[in-house]
């Protein structure tokens, strides 16, 4: 279907379509963000160590990051239609199987695969969208799309944490079953067949080039931490092996008759500058998901449920925001709108770093609304002008690298966030440590509490606890001023959007 059609479709049938390209990116995102939650219940069922419950995530992001690209080239040769309905049947079906697993290996066999089919339902469901709708409402189109992508990484704790508490950790695959169940019939009912363009072959080199690049990019940044990078000889080989690929990858593109990827793409300023932006969408949604939940229990208090409750309205509040943004690309600049989600993310992180212990749960609240609007604010407007210029035969591979960069950017801001963190904490101890002697003036002046006696064993294990909660706290505080600090500067990038009237007269 091209957008010439699109006004052929009534307004129930373009809503009901809509609904069912939701199904896949709601089943994507929402099984990740439950799982993060249910991780530490399915250690002793699959009775494994805990950094050996950490390959539960790594195998499936490494697994979709390696086969995103795959599925936006194979548009050349299969309908998009049956690719969509390949990826959530088997989606579905190895939801299943997860939910049934009893080892380690098992689970590690099936989230593989089940990355696989993952991997295609978030670019095919959006380069599907955009058929329908004709270009002046796409602001619209991806409103409704991201109300579905975002249900998952911002409602998922919540839903995870409940799931997990009232059943069993098998929930958080087995949820997936009726949204897949749905999603294949109202494909299958709906989507027109349309054909595949079979405009080239299949460069075979480039995609496994690759593959080999992302995979090894996936798996430093997902492990790094834990492997203390570049102490690590694994780390350091993979980023070696890593590079070499993404160079022959590049030699390939550039010289190659026939390369997996169209250069095309990377002439348009609006697509490489959303590449960009949409990484640091990933940063923004995930980071601050890694960061005030565990905040909110480690120097908050707050037990598991409470925090996911405290973190509700912040998807509440994407999710309106959306639907209001969604019809406000059509009358106001798209650059203005994703100026405005940049600065409501950065300034609600940078009101973040200000919270201590004894902030109320209602600020910590409020705070969150503002950035669910900041990531509504953002995301919208920046998928209708990214793809504003692009010819529909692009889409498929373009709305897969959108996606791929969208994880890209999700691991790096994890991986950014998450060792910020640990070394601001370790600096922040040993600072504190040091003035914790008997030989410190200031204790001559004012005498220590006496839980805080350096003569007592007690004395010196509270006071060591003490030291580790507020070495923690600050490294806290440290994190959300650096999340703080990337996202306001990349608001000079919106600049070099093209507007809505140069986008139309190109």
């Given at each position: 279907?091209?957008?010439?059609?699109?006004p052929a479709i009534s307004p129930l049938r373009k809503g009901l379509i809509t609904a069912t390209l939701m199904s896949g990116p709601i089943m994507q995102v929402l099984d990740s963000s439950m799982l993060a939650v249910a991780m530490n219940h399915m250690q002793g069922t699959l009775s494994a160590a805990q950094?050996?419950?950490?390959?539960?995530?790594?195998?499936?992001?490494?697994?979709?990051?390696?086969?995103?690209?795959?599925?936006?080239?194979?548009?050349?040769?299969?309908?998009?239609?049956?690719?969509?309905?390949?990826?959530?049947?088997?989606?579905?079906?190895?939801?299943?199987?997860?939910?049934?697993?009893?080892?380690?290996?098992?689970?590690?066999?099936?989230?593989?695969?089940?990355?696989?089919?993952?991997?295609?339902?978030?670019?095919?469901?959006?380069?599907?969208?955009?058929?329908?709708?004709?270009?002046?409402?796409?602001?619209?189109?991806?409103?409704?799309?991201?109300?579905?992508?975002?249900?998952?990484?911002?409602?998922?704790?919540?839903?995870?944490?409940?799931?997990?508490?009232?059943?069993?950790?098998?929930?958080?695959?087995?949820?997936?079953?009726?949204?897949?169940?749905?999603?294949?019939?109202?494909?299958?009912?709906?989507?027109?067949?349309?054909?595949?363009?079979?405009?080239?072959?299949?460069?075979?080199?480039?995609?496994?080039?690759?593959?080999?690049?992302?995979?090894?990019?996936?798996?430093?940044?997902?492990?790094?931490?834990?492997?203390?990078?570049?102490?690590?000889?694994?780390?350091?080989?993979?980023?070696?092996?890593?590079?070499?690929?993404?160079?022959?990858?590049?030699?390939?593109?550039?010289?190659?008759?026939?390369?997996?990827?169209?250069?095309?793409?990377?002439?348009?300023?609006?697509?490489?500058?959303?590449?960009?932006?949409?990484?640091?969408?990933?940063?923004?949604?995930?980071?601050?998901?890694?960061?005030?939940?565990?905040?909110?229990?480690?120097?908050?208090?707050?037990?598991?449920?409470?925090?996911?409750?405290?973190?509700?309205?912040?998807?509440?509040?994407?999710?309106?925001?959306?639907?209001?943004?969604?019809?406000?690309?059509?009358?106001?600049?798209?650059?203005?709108?994703?100026?405005?989600?940049?600065?409501?993310?950065?300034?609600?992180?940078?009101?973040?770093?200000?919270?201590?212990?004894?902030?109320?749960?209602?600020?910590?609240?409020?705070?969150?609304?503002?950035?669910?609007?900041?990531?509504?604010?953002?995301?919208?407007?920046?998928?209708?002008?990214?793809?504003?210029?692009?010819?529909?035969?692009?889409?498929?591979?373009?709305?897969?690298?959108?996606?791929?960069?969208?994880?890209?950017?999700?691991?790096?801001?994890?991986?950014?966030?998450?060792?910020?963190?640990?070394?601001?904490?370790?600096?922040?101890?040993?600072?504190?440590?040091?003035?914790?002697?008997?030989?410190?003036?200031?204790?001559?002046?004012?005498?220590?509490?006496?839980?805080?006696?350096?003569?007592?064993?007690?004395?010196?294990?509270?006071?060591?606890?003490?030291?580790?909660?507020?070495?923690?706290?600050?490294?806290?505080?440290?994190?959300?001023?650096?999340?703080?600090?990337?996202?306001?500067?990349?608001?000079?990038?919106?600049?070099?959007?093209?507007?809505?009237?140069?986008?139309?007269?190109?």
């Amino acid at each position: 279907m091209n957008a010439a059609a699109a006004p052929a479709i009534s307004p129930l049938r373009k809503g009901l379509i809509t609904a069912t390209l939701m199904s896949g990116p709601i089943m994507q995102v929402l099984d990740s963000s439950m799982l993060a939650v249910a991780m530490n219940h399915m250690q002793g069922t699959l009775s494994a160590a805990q950094d050996q419950m950490a390959w539960v995530l790594t195998s499936y992001l490494i697994s979709v990051a390696v086969m995103t690209p795959l599925w936006g080239a194979l548009t050349d040769h299969f309908s998009r239609k049956s690719l969509f309905l390949a990826g959530l049947v088997g989606f579905t079906l190895t939801s299943v199987l997860c939910g049934t697993a009893d080892t380690l290996t098992e689970m590690l066999v099936f989230r593989t695969i089940q990355g696989i089919f993952g991997a295609g339902l978030i670019p095919l469901s959006q380069a599907a969208l955009m058929d329908v709708y004709d270009p002046k409402d796409y602001g619209v189109a991806m409103g409704w799309w991201g109300i579905g992508l975002m249900f998952g990484p911002i409602l998922g704790p919540t839903l995870g944490g409940y799931v997990t508490e009232w059943y069993n950790w098998r929930w958080a695959f087995f949820i997936n079953v009726p949204f897949g169940i749905v999603g294949v019939l109202m494909t299958w009912w709906l989507l027109p067949l349309g054909a595949a363009r079979k405009r080239r072959q299949f460069n075979y080199y480039g995609f496994v080039m690759l593959a080999i690049g992302v995979a090894c990019l996936q798996f430093v940044l997902d492990r790094g931490t834990r492997l203390d990078w570049l102490s690590s000889n694994v780390i350091v080989t993979l980023l070696c092996v890593g590079g070499g690929a993404f160079w022959l990858f590049f030699v390939n593109s550039v010289y190659s008759k026939n390369p997996f990827v169209d250069p095309l793409l990377l002439v348009n300023r609006n697509f490489v500058i959303g590449l960009v932006l949409r990484a640091v969408f990933g940063l923004i949604l995930f980071g601050s998901l890694i960061l005030v939940p565990p905040f909110l229990q480690t120097v908050g208090g707050y037990p598991l449920i409470d925090s996911g409750l405290i973190m509700a309205p912040r998807g509440i509040a994407t999710m309106i925001s959306a639907y209001i943004v969604g019809r406000l690309v059509r009358h106001f600049d798209a650059k203005l709108l994703i100026a405005i989600g940049l600065t409501l993310a950065a300034t609600s992180a940078w009101a973040m770093s200000q919270l201590t212990p004894d902030s109320s749960g209602a600020w910590v609240i409020w705070l969150n609304v503002v950035q669910g609007f900041g990531v509504a604010w953002f995301f919208v407007p920046l998928n209708t002008v990214a793809f504003a210029t692009m010819p529909a035969e692009q889409r498929d591979l373009g709305t897969s690298f959108f996606a791929l960069t969208g994880n890209i950017g999700r691991s790096i801001g994890i991986a950014i966030l998450s060792s910020y963190l640990v070394n601001q904490s370790q600096i922040n101890r040993a600072r504190l440590t040091e003035h914790a002697t008997p030989f410190n003036d200031l204790f001559s002046h004012i005498p220590l509490p006496e839980t805080w006696q350096l003569g007592s064993t007690s004395g010196l294990a509270a006071l060591e606890k003490t030291i580790d909660f507020q070495a923690v706290f600050l490294a806290y505080a440290s994190d959300f001023r650096l999340l703080a600090a990337i996202l306001f500067g990349c608001l000079p990038l919106t600049l070099l959007l093209s507007t809505r009237k140069k986008a139309a007269g190109a």
